[in-house]
């Protein structure tokens, strides 16, 4: 329960967050869409079969990505000023996991927060090489939204 209670704060704070504002119909839109995302998330993930888990120590590391939407944003003006190569397909060492449901949930965390830029968009992971598959417009160091943006 209060395992359920910290997921519904953190989606009402991510909400806040996302936002920019603090005001009431914020908040009650927050509440609103966190439980909603409760509700519906459970029942579509057992509907599927599909256990998917986060933790909320997970979006610590949120905190990284305005700065890298901006050097995406910057990557992007570059590119469209001087387009050189279509853009390259890279795999990207990461300790994607398993099976288990905090793998998937931190694979989903982790593949919204690296895409959410116009440089680096996440087009799948493979389990057996652990390695993340990326696709970007300039090969940069920072792919993943991560300390050393590379390994989560």
């Known amino acids: 329960m209060v395992r359920t209670m910290l997921r ?14 603090f005001n009431r ?11 909603l995302v409760m509700i519906f998330g459970r029942r579509v993930s057992r509907a599927v079969g599909l256990e998917v888990s986060f933790q909320p120590r997970w979006l610590r590391r949120l905190v990284q990505l305005p700065g890298q939407v901006s050097r ?16 390259l397909y890279r795999a990207v060492p990461c300790r994607v996991g398993g099976t288990s449901a905090a793998d998937r949930g931190r694979r989903a965390l982790v593949t919204a927060a690296a895409s959410l830029g ?4 996440v087009l799948g ?11 970007q417009l300039e090969r940069s160091a920072q792919v993943l939204p991560t300390a050393d943006g590379v390994h989560p």
């Open 8 to 21: 519904w704060f953190s989606y009402v704070a991510l909400w806040l967050a996302l936002t920019a504002h």
């Open 25 to 35: 119909q914020e908040v009650v839109a927050g509440v609103l869409v966190a439980t």
């Open 72 to 87: 995406d944003l910057v990557t992007l003006a570059r590119h469209l000023a001087h387009p050189k190569e279509p853009g």
């Open 118 to 121: 116009p440089d680096t968009y």
């Open 125 to 135: 992971w493979d389990l057996d090489r652990q390695v993340v598959l990326v696709h």
